[in-house]
């Protein structure tokens, strides 16, 4: 059979939205469904074995299953092995309807004494979905109780004053190391189950000692089951805690994340749900849809009248970002949806052909017993046998711009009892770090090292001539080079022609992620074939400045063509990368020196490509 090729250069697809597989937990930086579906039938044959050593949100993992290919996959992150165990789910056990009925009643009793409301349109008692509440400081200069809702931002971190004898009333004072109060509640929102009307109804003295004595009730339901919140610690010295100043909101603990109120009834509601422990497969669902529901309910949740026609949206930046105002969302409401998310996971599962058929060891996969070997940890973890494994098709992380591990600690204050963080080996993650007062601080060069570790494993279990196909894109320049010096460094060899630009999912181009200025937008697709190591006499006689030189005069000559003849970028990029990349090839290869970034950085500076990605 004739190898698969990248067809002219990839042909690339209208990237589709997410199907329902995809949206059943929150989870950073997932890719097009239909993309990593192409990939795996452009390069693979039925029954081969795939390889994703960064499985992340299963994007891989899920389509060469739906395409009757055998799957290796691991992570070092724990919720994404998490997260893809129940992506396959096919049919509910009988016996989590009678519990999931139960839950819903237990909960609904939870939340009814604040979410219960009359609606304003025609008097029926019905359920509010969330409330609008914003945080509340006090002013740095003058001391005095400040609410920070938006008619009185002045720009990014800086409210004025409610003292109007303060000179912060005008020029405003910055709000981050501000001693915090309780939030304010100034609004409650729904839609009436009986007219259909959006409403929203302002706080008064009424509905603000409803919320009081509902929050003192709470507490005491938490004293009569003897229940002791949870207590995790934000770490001082993580990346996404200096940038998000979370310490200096008095964000100390994951808990600070939720209202009173939602961090009572999420407890109640788990030590509920931990009643059906010993009915494993129900309560492992309802386990997973508590989870799930954990993403809405917490103070990262704000409205847009822009996004969602004007609903709760939760975790709109790839950070732990609390906007001053902010939603308490109904929890019963959030696991409703929770629930509605993964029955329709599971009704588009039932019309799939994959088998979900999890192999205990790479033995049990190989003889196509079981379809999927994967596992928490690092490639080498999975000790694979040398040459057994078809094609590489993965996603790896993308330097600064996603820190997954201190992202997705969020979910283990609740789930610590699921999964276990404490052997994770946070030093092998390959990411870089923003701050650069962090101890032990991860740099590009620390993001080249651990990408070749994983790289040279890659290169170890894949067939002779085998090729690695990824998807990768980013405007620091450090790490693409960090990208390709790794993977070069490791022994493939870059396919000729084989780039190609691949647009993201349209709806992604209205989150706070990517409307941000110089964001690529979509991803680049490579295509690597296994060599074996390349010998010092094959690249004897290279003229290493004379490289330098050829590279420098491209992308000179890129950037005036991009700025003449208002080429499209990422034509201009593709035809650049197609005719550097293999010049950066021969250049790790015949170098000695171990600086190679450093040296082509200096190639490959602002003077060149940044004008691309502005």
Not at 213 to 224: F, T
Not at 240 to 256: A, P, T
């Amino acid at each position: 059979m004739n190898k698969p090729i990248l067809k002219s250069e990839f042909t690339a697809v209208k990237a589709r939205s997410h199907t329902p597989p995809y949206k059943i937990h929150r989870y950073f930086a997932r890719r097009p469904w239909n993309l990593f579906q192409g990939l795996v039938d452009n390069f693979s044959k039925p029954h081969d074995i795939v390889l994703d050593p960064f499985c992340g949100g299963g994007v891989t993992v899920y389509e060469a299953l739906n395409s009757n290919r055998r799957v290796v996959a691991c992570d070092l992150n724990p919720l994404s092995i998490y997260i893809i165990r129940n992506m396959f789910h096919r049919l509910l056990p009988s016996g989590v309807y009678q519990a999931i009925a139960e839950v819903d009643q237990y909960l609904k009793e939870l939340v009814t004494d604040s979410f219960l409301v009359s609606c304003p349109n025609c008097g029926e008692t019905t359920m509010a979905v969330w409330y609008e509440l914003a945080q509340a400081v006090e002013c740095v200069i003058c001391a005095a109780p400040t609410v920070l809702t938006n008619d009185r931002k002045i720009r990014n971190g800086y409210y004025k004053c409610a003292n109007q004898n303060c000179v912060a009333s005008n020029k405003g004072f910055m709000v981050a190391r501000a001693k915090r109060r309780d939030p304010v509640y100034f609004s409650i929102h729904g839609k009436c189950h009986r007219c259909k009307t959006r409403f929203h109804i302002k706080m008064d003295n009424e509905l603000q000692e409803k919320n009081r004595r509902h929050v003192d009730w709470l507490r005491k339901q938490m004293k009569d089951v003897h229940a002791n919140l949870p207590d995790e610690k934000i770490p001082i010295n993580w990346d996404r805690q200096h940038e998000d100043l979370l310490f200096e909101k008095g964000i100390v603990n994951f808990q600070d994340l939720f209202t009173k109120k939602n961090l009572y009834i999420n407890y109640l509601l788990l030590h509920k749900i931990k009643s059906y422990q010993d009915v494993k497969e129900t309560y492992d669902i309802l386990r997973f849809i508590f989870s799930d529901s954990l993403r809405e309910t917490n103070i990262m949740t704000f409205t847009n009248e822009k996004w969602q026609n004007g609903t709760p949206n939760s975790w709109a930046k790839h950070a732990y970002w609390t906007p001053s105002e902010f939603c308490e969302v109904n929890i019963y409401e959030a696991f409703k949806k929770s629930l509605k998310s993964l029955t329709d996971c599971i009704n588009f599962n039932s019309k799939q052909k994959f088998r979900f058929n999890a192999a205990k060891s790479f033995a049990e996969l190989s003889t196509g017993q079981k379809t999927i070997y994967f596992r928490t940890g690092t490639l080498e973890d999975l000790n694979l046998p040398p040459g057994t494994i078809d094609v590489i098709i993965t996603d790896p992380p993308y330097g600064s711009n996603v820190q997954y591990l201190e992202l997705s600690h969020f979910w283990y204050m609740w789930n610590k009892d699921l999964y276990d963080v404490s052997k994770l080996e946070n030093d092998k993650e390959a990411v870089v770090n923003r701050k650069t007062n962090l101890t032990n601080r991860k740099t590009y060069k620390t993001y080249e090292d651990n990408l070749f570790f994983v790289f040279h494993e890659c290169h170890r279990v894949l067939k002779k001539d085998g090729q690695m196909v990824m998807t990768f894109n980013n405007k620091d320049i450090r790490a693409w080079l960090a990208l390709l010096i790794s993977v070069f460094k490791s022994g493939f060899h870059f396919d000729q022609g084989g780039i190609a630009f691949q647009d993201g999912i349209t709806n992604y181009r209205h989150t706070a992620h990517t409307k941000a200025k110089g964001s690529p937008y979509g991803d680049f697709v490579y295509k690597f074939i296994r060599q074996d190591t390349v010998s010092s006499g094959d690249v004897n006689g290279i003229d290493r400045n004379a490289l330098i030189k050829h590279m420098e005069s491209r992308l000179e000559n890129a950037i005036q063509e991009y700025r003449k003849n208002n080429t499209d970028r990422n034509v201009v990029l593709v035809a650049l990368f197609n005719e550097i990349v293999p010049e950066i090839e021969l250049f790790v290869k015949c170098s000695e020196s171990k600086n190679y970034s450093n040296e082509l950085y200096e190639t490959f500076n602002k003077r060149f490509l940044e004008p691309l990605y502005a």
